[in-house]
């Protein structure tokens, strides 16, 4: 089973990653961060229609690959990377230790 953990790099990077884009409130350490839904993320707006929503998850899921491949130098395992990313982004209910399964499957970090 997959768990958020500090020491493992799709977490510490969905959590960096989110953190930057503006995301996450300020208030959100990592530790706690793993439970938080993806409904809660500033993109979902409750208020927001459904087509909205996609479209803004959409905007998300190219930002977060962008972030993971131009800032942090990772490397995509595959093609449908970002629409993985997506597919999750929109179910809305899963937690941010979910994305970074996701992210861990679909993307190769180097240490350090």
């Known amino acids: 089973m997959f768990s958020w953990d500090k020491d493992n790099l799709a977490c510490k990077y969905t959590w960096s990653a989110l953190g930057n884009l503006n995301e996450l409130g300020p208030t959100f350490g990592f530790k706690e961060s793993g439970t938080i839904t993806i409904n809660a993320l500033n993109f979902w707006g409750d208020l927001a229609s459904k087509e909205v929503r996609k479209n803004n998850a959409a905007m998300l899921a190219s930002k ?4 993971l491949i131009g800032t942090i130098g990772a490397q995509r395992r595959n093609s449908s990377a970002v629409a993985n990313i997506l597919t999750i982004l929109n179910q809305g ?20």
């Open 64 to 67: 977060i690959d962008k972030y």
């Open 93 to 112: 209910g899963d937690a941010l230790v979910d994305l970074a399964e996701v992210i861990d499957g679909n993307y190769d970090f180097k240490e350090g």
